[in-house]
């Protein structure tokens, strides 16, 4: 079976390659060293992989079904340049295909027990599904209501009978007396009584049909919430054995399998897609790598939101928690320009431990702190965090303290602020110190102080916004109030001062969900004033920067104890 591939199958020999930087490296931190390791996605590997792209156009067998594929351009011992191309997980069911890399081993060893699983895990899908559609439910909820109008229909005749009573009763105390004001007011009691019988008669009549019906739904529930018990712990063991089978190799000649290498758990897929099976098998066939690439092709489902023919970097979750291991071994040394821009020439074999990125006209980050271990920056507004998926979009903080710092690479955010918002972005030196600022940011350790100018008049001067945030995967990076799909969402905020028809607002946020400021800012639930400058959520005001800053952070750092920074607020 033919798994390296000459560069001609994807690009004519006379292919001319631009002489821009990469756009993109896949980086993680060696286990041992600590060093930053990276791999360049180049012009040269994109058009090899838009090659690639151009194959699959032709065979209507991968539109399909969508799915990430890469290539991987490495070099042969006797110095020859080859491609391997991948995709990820299983393409139509099967996960040898030929002319593409093999899955990493460990598949095979729980092929048998995955299947049957699988087929366990669809028959409770099914059991659920059948629950979930009893036919008892719709009966309950139809019973329900008609129950519900009955008695709204007797509260209201028993309120207006009542009413009625009432008129009559002070109406016949003052034109009866002795024993026929008393008979008169009996007869208004028993009256009252009957009404009050037949309130009681119709409750155990709903009682009588709606508890076995409720029953029959709440066993059904259990049995639910038993099955999904179930579906868990199934799908647990067979990601715990498969992981614990998956065997990954690096460039140092180690092995670790998934288990040993995300300890904590993973999620499912993860060992199956593009760079793993690429790099993995470079690994273990002895190829050097030069640069790799990945694309999404195929139709894209609502959660996935990719585009076909775009190129992606490692995906958060499943690929990048293994680069750092898979890279190491990787032979580092400093590539000058030259042996990037042509493959006629011979691209070179290593790539740059440091290299520079685009910038533009204006390239300096201010460092409002650093040290052996972090540093701090102020971030200015319109500028990115860390670099986008695409060309244009490069430009970033990271890559800016890339060209600035000689050790610039090394460097790794902790967290991010949107491209609108300015103020303190922080960032480690270290994998360990990285770990640890990171534990904080996620356990809700680290004190995040904005200040926001409001283009509008905000009345509550303090309190707290608990709304449910939302992404649209069709509106993205749009967020919305959802109380059936949203995720908790929690800020203080206190009112500084009021500056004509603006607002000066303090905002504290207790959880870090996107643009979660932005919505608790403008959505009339919280404070119905959008920030100066915000035009995603409906502002119209002709100004020059979204009105948003990250004034001040507090944390412990892992070396020196609590640290708080602060900033300026620039408007």
């Keep these: 079976m033919v798994i390296l591939h000459p560069v001609s199958d994807f690009i004519d020999c006379d292919f001319s390659v631009s002489d821009s930087w990469p756009s993109y490296y896949y980086q993680g931190f060696c286990p041992r060293s600590g060093d930053c390791l990276i791999l360049p996605r180049t012009p040269l590997s994109e058009a090899i992989a838009q090659g690639l792209m151009q194959h699959l156009a032709k065979d209507n067998y991968y539109s399909r079904e969508g799915k990430m594929y890469g290539i991987l351009l490495v070099e042969l011992p006797n110095g020859e340049q080859r491609v391997l191309k991948a995709f990820s997980g299983l393409l139509h069911g099967c996960s040898v295909v030929e002319g593409w890399v093999p899955p990493i081993p460990g598949r095979d060893e729980v092929a048998f027990q995955e299947a049957r699983t699988l087929a366990e895990l669809d028959a409770i899908k099914e059991e659920i599904l059948t629950l979930k ?13 008609e129950f519900e109008q009955q008695l709204q229909a007797i509260s209201d005749r028993h309120a207006h009978c009542k009413h009625q009573r009432q008129q009559k009763r002070q109406q016949i105390c003052n034109t009866l007396a002795g024993e026929a004001l008393t008979i008169a007011l009996e007869q ?11 309130r009681r008669q119709l409750k155990r009549r709903q009682n009588a049909v709606l508890q076995p019906l409720q029953q029959l739904i709440a066993a059904a529930d259990e049995r639910i919430r038993e099955l999904k018990q179930q579906r868990k712990e199934l799908s647990r063991q067979l990601q715990a054995q498969m992981h614990a089978s998956y065997s990954l190799t690096n460039f140092a000649g180690r092995s670790q399998s998934l288990q040993q290498l995300m300890p904590e758990g993973s999620p499912t897929g993860t060992g199956d897609c593009c760079a793993p099976k690429l790099l993995h098998y470079a690994a273990t066939h002895h190829l050097k790598p030069l ?16 585009i076909q023919g775009e190129f992606y970097g490692a995906c958060a979750e499943r690929c990048q928690p293994l680069m750092g291991f898979l890279l190491s071994g990787l032979q580092m040394e400093d590539a000058g320009t030259e042996n990037m821009k042509a493959w006629g020439n011979g691209m070179s074999s290593s790539f740059t431990a440091s290299p520079r990125l685009p910038l533009s006209a204006s390239s300096s980050v201010p460092i409002i702190y650093e040290d052996e271990w972090l540093m701090a920056v102020d971030k200015p ?28 690479m090394t460097l790794a955010s902790v967290h991010r602020l949107d491209q609108e918002t300015s103020g303190i972005l922080l960032l480690a030196r270290d994998r360990q110190t990285h770990r640890q600022l990171s534990q904080q940011f996620q356990q809700r350790q680290v004190r995040k102080v904005y200040e926001a100018l409001l283009a509008g008049f905000v009345e509550v001067e303090q309190g707290t916004i608990e709304l449910p945030l939302w992404g649209d995967p069709e509106n993205r990076p749009y967020q919305q109030v959802d109380w059936q799909r949203g995720k908790p969402s929690l800020t203080q905020f206190q009112v500084m001062g009021r500056e004509g028809d603006y607002t000066r607002v303090e905002f504290t946020p207790l959880t870090g969900r996107t643009h979660q400021l932005r919505v608790h800012a403008a959505d009339v639930r919280g404070l119905g004033v959008t920030i100066l400058g915000d035009r995603l959520y409906g ?4 100004v020059n920067r979204l009105h948003l800053h990250a004034r001040e952070l507090s944390f412990k750092h892992p070396q020196l104890g609590q640290m708080h920074l602060e900033v300026e607020t620039p408007f």
């Design 188 to 198: 208004l009691d028993t009256e009252s009584r009957q009404q009050k019988i037949e």
């Design 291 to 306: 640069a790799m690439a990945e694309f999404w092709w195929g139709a894209s489902s609502v959660n996935q939101d990719k």
């Design 133 to 145: 559609q009893l036919n008892e439910r719709q009966q309950y909820e139809k019973l329900s209501g």
């Design 381 to 408: 507004p319109g500028l990115l965090s860390v670099p986008g998926r695409y060309r244009d979009r490069q430009d970033s903080v990271f890559s800016r303290l890339c060209n600035m710092l000689p050790d610039g």
């Design 539 to 542: 502002c119209r005001a002709n």
